[in-house]
């Protein structure tokens, strides 16, 4: 959904395809709850085709990632849609294009118009580990905060992220019958630090 900067110094530009596969699946019974697994293993843009493997870090509904890309309070005639601030999934707020992100009273990273270069932040409460010392730089987060973590809006748990073993498969449960994720909704996928990437 946004350009992705490279550590190299190149980047894989907005529109790449993340291509995956149901590994399986099965319905909520006799107290059992629904679960589905994939993976998503392939990254596709330009002419070329990469292989990937990701882990899961959060999940938004479609009326999150719609909250996320309206404005918190409209434009008036005379200011740019780009100028406006929005409220990330997960707390942080983006100021305008070109703008500071902030995190509380800090400012974590750059709002960009189609979404916000941030770097990585643990979330050990919801699941997701610190990668202090690793992963520092400024990460394509599109419509995320640098801690979101987990699930927005959607009634399914990510039991397994895919960042352990096995690595690259995730899985989400619902104990309400099934597992609904709509068009529209956001993911954010990482790249497991086992990928040569």
Not at 71 to 79: C, H, L, V
Request: glycine share 14%; net charge neutral; aromatic share 6%.
């Amino acid at each position: 959904m946004q350009d992705v900067p490279l550590a190299s110094g190149k980047k894989i530009s907005a529109g790449a395809k993340v291509i995956g596969q149901v590994i399986s699946a099965s319905a909520a019974r006799n107290g059992q709850a629904a679960e589905t697994t994939l993976r998503f293993n392939k990254l596709e843009f330009g002419h070329q085709s990469v292989s990937v493997n990701t882990s899961l870090r959060a999940l938004a509904s479609m009326m999150e990632v719609e909250g996320a890309q309206v404005p918190a309070a409209g434009t008036d005639r005379g200011t740019p849609w780009a100028w406006t601030t929005r409220n990330l999934i997960g707390g942080e707020v983006a100021y305008g294009q070109g703008g500071p992100v902030v995190h509380g009273g800090d400012i974590v990273g750059e709002s960009l118009f189609s979404g916000v270069l941030v770097p990585p932040m643990a979330n050990p409460d919801s699941g997701c580990p610190s990668d202090a010392g690793r992963n520092t730089r400024l990460q394509a987060f599109w419509l995320f905060a640098s801690d979101a973590c987990g699930v927005y809006g959607i009634d399914v748990r990510i039991t397994h992220s895919g960042r352990t073993p096995p690595l690259g498969e995730i899985t989400l449960t619902s104990g309400n019958g099934k597992i609904e994720i709509r068009s529209g909704s956001g993911m954010l996928l990482t790249v497991n630090s086992d990928n040569p990437q």
